[in-house]
């Protein structure tokens, strides 16, 4: 027979008590529901040191620092794939070992998050351009005004509610998500800088530079108004083929307005990303059901941004450039 489970440290406390009170073997097993002869190891001191009960684990440590390489050399790899590379290394096991193991490693099978693709000359650009701007103070970065566009849809994703179902419900209709192919969405663009945010513009169609910059006319210009008054400013706009045309570049200059130096694919280093996301946020509580309930509750949740909120963005702005000289112009997180 093998080796039963060890007493716990109750158990054993709950034996010494009762034997300092007279009690016999037969009286303390049955009091603590184990067997006499548990018991007699226990006063005896023979129990300790006994060889832990269980299977004995068939990998080595050996084997487990060469698992740890191959999840470490693709992070993306199924658990089939972890299980055969693992196997024609010598270490024969099955998908829950190598489930096991890979836990007890601490890694966990997440849904990855989706950053932009960086070349190599991008990264430099944002690594050269961040090197200028190490030694800006939150002074400076509050002159700078934040733009940005950004996309709303009906449906938020996978990400949404769960459900409770019991088997066999899964097609019940009231245990399905509705989803439609193409959604309704809006484009939405906006401003902010330390003092709050300004309005926002709801774009139709495509934005070309024409189109662009009648948005600059009629809601850049009053967000600047809003938030700096008399008070020079620069403004941020990403590379997007209708802010880097001829006419955009043109149009700011008649109105001189000086423009930041922007690194391409660098939403890390924008902080009016992060005020996107307290919308989209907010968005899920409210779940719109038309395209005009939809424009009322992003125009809401933008309006209830408040200027303490975009100084502690603007504060952020330090730190950002540091984390981008730091990763060597990699994306970091934000």
Not at 144 to 173: H, I, Y
Not at 243 to 267: E, M, Q, R, Y
Request: charged content about 25%; hydrophobic content about 35%; proline content about 4%.
């Amino acid at each position: 027979m093998g080796k039963t489970a060890d007493l716990t440290a109750v158990q054993k406390a709950i034996i010494d008590t009762l034997k300092q009170e007279g009690k016999t073997q037969k009286e303390i097993s049955e009091r603590i529901g184990c067997s006499q002869s548990a018991v007699s190891r226990h006063l005896s001191g023979k129990s300790v040191g006994r060889k832990k009960c269980g299977r004995k684990c068939c990998t080595t440590r050996r084997g487990d620092r060469t698992l740890r390489k191959i999840v470490e050399k693709d992070r993306f790899q199924t658990l089939g794939d972890l299980r055969k590379q693992w196997t024609e290394s010598g270490v024969e096991t099955s998908r829950a070992t190598v489930y096991r193991h890979v836990q007890e490693m601490g890694y966990r099978c997440r849904i990855p998050q989706v950053k932009p693709l960086l070349n190599q000359k991008q990264r430099q650009k944002r690594l050269t351009r961040a090197t200028e701007k190490q030694h800006w103070t939150v002074a400076q970065w509050s002159k700078v005004l934040f733009s940005d566009e950004s996309k709303f849809c009906m449906s938020f994703g996978n990400q949404g509610a769960r459900v409770w179902r019991k088997t066999g419900e899964r097609e019940m209709p009231k245990c399905l998500k509705s989803s439609v192919k193409y959604p309704q969405s809006v484009m939405v663009w906006g401003a902010m800088s330390a003092a709050g945010v300004g309005p926002l513009c709801f774009i139709k169609g495509r934005v070309n530079a024409a189109s662009y910059q009648e948005i600059l006319e009629h809601f850049m210009l009053p967000s600047a108004e809003k938030l700096y008054g008399d008070e020079d400013l620069i403004f941020q706009h990403d590379l997007a083929p209708a802010h880097s045309a001829k006419t955009t570049g043109k149009w700011f200059t008649d109105h001189g307005i000086t423009v930041l130096n922007w690194p391409a694919n660098s939403p890390d280093l924008n902080p009016i990303e992060n005020l996107w996301d307290i919308v989209k946020r907010k968005l899920r509580d409210a779940r719109p059901n038309t395209l005009d309930e939809l424009k009322a509750a992003i125009e809401a949740s933008w309006a209830s941004i408040t200027p303490q909120q975009c100084h502690r963005l603007i504060a952020s702005m330090p730190r950002r450039i540091e984390a981008v000289i730091s990763a060597k112009g990699f994306l970091t997180k934000y």
